[in-house]
């Protein structure tokens, strides 16, 4: 069965950090573009960061920039989003998907979608 599964959230406070992590099952990352989204209650989701295939080529949103850094592990066929000074702005449930909302680099993408991690920020 083919999985897309998002970990690493939680609640954490204003200026702290966190780790997020996608892990793939059933089938390999490597091929693929990856993405990280995210939406907040009551808003649309929108798009955080993205990586290429081979990891050479990252883009981020304007709000994350300097704050967030997406990263991969082919060997461990999983996709990684660092995210630190957190603000309550952050909060929303972030999910990775097997694409971007623009091009990044080269890899394939489709329109698959983890189930989403809460992240918290909140004092």
């Known amino acids: 069965q083919l999985q897309l599964v998002e970990s690493g959230g939680g609640l954490v406070q204003p200026g702290g950090s966190l780790r997020l992590s996608c892990a793939a099952s059933?089938?390999?990352?490597?091929?693929?573009?990856i993405g990280w989204f995210r939406q907040a209650p009551g808003k649309e989701r929108e798009g955080v960061s993205c990586i290429s295939s081979s990891g050479g080529s990252t883009i981020y949103a304007d709000s994350v920039k300097g704050r967030f850094t997406i990263s991969r592990d082919n060997a461990e066929n999983t996709v990684y989003l660092q995210m630190n000074s957190l603000q309550p702005e952050d909060t929303a449930v972030y999910y990775c998907a097997l694409r971007c909302w623009t091009v990044v680099g080269s890899g394939y993408g489709m329109d698959y979608w983890g189930k989403g991690t809460l992240v918290t920020v909140s004092s």
């Open positions: 059933g089938f390999t990352l490597d091929d693929y573009v």
